[in-house]
């Protein structure tokens, strides 16, 4: 069942699904709801019965400790936390850190990820084979995607790719960025409405939301000037949601993060 109210913004969405049209791309977000073996909550007391008369009751879960992590991994074993730290130090120097801009427009590119790199195809079923780890950095300094390649014994950066008009997808703390770009911008006002209108309370910050996204790419006539460069620029379409309760429709808004802009599509 899907409930629409119509609020400022269009509307403040509850129910099973949203379906995101963006530029030749769709995205489909599952809500939250509640699911349960029937509506008159049978499921809950077939779980509890016990063994006279119907199914044996069912043991309290065990949760085991889990082992404890090694300084390093072996094969196709998750990076340690140890071997993450080692590789994101060797893949930034001091050089790349002080020319590098954060999408806060602080010192030292965006990390986005850190990642164990494939093997080749040569050693995929060498557990020998050398662990690498590859780091991806979005530099919104050139606007430029930075992956480095460490191998993890050496400590040295065997490879690194830089590209331009490359945009994955976005990491928590641009999200974040974003969010607070439109809270900020006349056209946030709606989205500040409608959390007022859904809790009675000021929206002033991004951690008052619950935050995905995609990425924008901009389409020839399909958006104001504003957003013409999205795609060079990194551009994000947030899908916000109060915790416990209702998704915002903020899908008309696009927060160009590189101009630090925000524009709305027709």
Aim: aromatic share 4%; hydrophobic share 35%.
């Amino acid at each position: 069942m899907r409930n629409i109210v119509r609020r400022h913004l269009g509307k403040v969405v509850a129910g099973t699904a949203i379906a995101v049209t963006g530029t030749a791309v769709m995205v489909g977000i599952t809500l939250p709801g509640s699911v349960s073996a029937d509506a008159s909550g049978s499921g809950r007391a077939a779980a509890r019965q016990d063994g006279a008369g119907g199914s044996p009751a069912v043991a309290p879960g065990v949760v085991e400790q889990a082992p404890a992590e090694g300084v390093k991994g072996r094969g196709d074993d998750p990076l340690t936390d140890d071997e993450t730290r080692r590789a994101e130090t060797a893949a930034l120097t001091r050089q790349q850190f002080a020319a590098g801009r954060d999408v806060a427009g602080k010192q030292g590119p965006q990390r986005l990820s850190v990642d164990l790199a494939d093997p080749g195809p040569d050693r995929l079923d060498d557990a020998d084979a050398p662990r690498r780890a590859e780091v991806v950095f979005y530099d919104y300094q050139d606007d430029a995607l930075v992956t480095r390649t460490v191998d993890l014994e050496t400590g040295k950066v065997e490879r690194t790719a830089t590209q331009q008009g490359v945009q994955p997808p976005l990491a928590p703390d641009e999200n974040t960025e974003a969010a607070r770009l439109l809270i900020a911008d006349p056209l946030g006002a709606g989205l500040k409405a409608d959390y007022k209108d859904a809790t009675g309370k000021d929206l002033t910050s991004p951690g008052q939301l619950m935050l995905t996204s995609i990425v924008y790419r901009a389409v020839p006539g399909a958006q104001p000037a504003v957003l013409g460069q999205c795609g060079h620029d990194r551009c994000v379409r947030l899908f916000p949601k109060i915790p416990n309760g209702s998704w915002i429709d903020t899908r008309s808004f696009v927060i160009d993060l590189s101009s630090r802009k925000v524009g709305r599509l027709a």
